[in-house]
């Protein structure tokens, strides 16, 4: 079974200040995850994935196996990254039943 | 305009009738998905389809049905069987066997 927490359902930090989205996840197999963004009155996209090792945004996540930790940081947050964060876990690429789970969200708030 | 398409934006019901959401895609993609975004509850999967004529039932499936008869439709639909209806209804698409989910707008549910 797959699982993912996200441990806040809010954070508020002020513009400038680091900032560090939580995500655990429980999976038995290799993981793939992901973080996405839902921008107000925008569709959800993909910020970014643990497979490519990119920064998008200024923002970066490493995976960390012996914790099944996928922390999504910024060191230096911007009113424009006020958004909804979900985490999100798959199977292995090329799985039969490919499956793709979120976390409940956390809602980021860069106050200024 | 490549992209994926949910219709409509906002769907009223009256109670114990069924009701279709529709979701088109023209990118192609193998994979599609059905999610249900409630308040606090993140992103739950109902249904999924990796190839066309094949799906499988997600995390929250009971009182829904769906189909895929065509590589870029995939239409839900909520039976007089679910119990809580009213919510926000996300559908996605991706490349089978590549992992970026591609989002719609979202359709708006409510049971009157």
């Known amino acids: 079974a797959q699982r993912v927490t996200q441990p806040e359902k809010l954070l508020s930090v002020f513009k400038g200040a680091p900032v560090e989205l939580k995500c655990n996840y429980s999976?038995?197999?290799?993981?793939?995850l992901f973080w996405y963004v839902q921008y107000s009155r925008q569709r959800l996209q993909l910020l970014l994935r643990h497979i490519s090792r990119e920064s998008i945004k200024g923002f970066t996540a490493d995976l960390n196996k012996g914790e099944t930790s996928f922390h999504l940081k910024k060191p230096f947050a911007q009113e424009e990254d006020s958004a909804m964060y979900y985490c999100?876990?798959?199977?292995?690429?090329?799985?039969?039943?490919?499956?793709?789970?979120f976390g409940k969200g956390t809602l980021l708030t860069v106050n200024p | 305009d490549g992209g994926i398409t949910q219709s409509p934006k906002y769907l009223f019901r009256k109670e114990g009738q069924n009701v279709t959401l529709s979701c088109e895609q023209n990118?192609?993609?193998?994979?599609m998905y059905w999610y249900r975004q409630d308040p606090g509850q993140g992103l739950r999967l109902i249904y999924y389809s990796q190839i066309v004529n094949d799906f499988q039932k997600g995390d929250i499936a009971e009182g829904y049905s769906v189909s895929r008869e065509k590589k870029e439709s995939f239409p839900l639909t909520v039976t007089s069987a679910q119990k809580n209806p009213t919510a926000f209804y996300l559908c996605?698409?991706?490349?089978?066997?590549?992992?970026?989910?591609?989002f719609g707008q979202g359709t708006r549910l409510t049971v009157v």
């Open positions: 996605a698409s991706s490349i089978r066997g590549f992992t970026e989910a591609f």
């Open positions: 999100a876990l798959s199977e292995g690429s090329g799985g039969s039943n490919y499956k793709l789970t």
């Open positions: 999976y038995s197999g290799s993981p793939e």
């Open positions: 990118l192609n993609h193998d994979a």
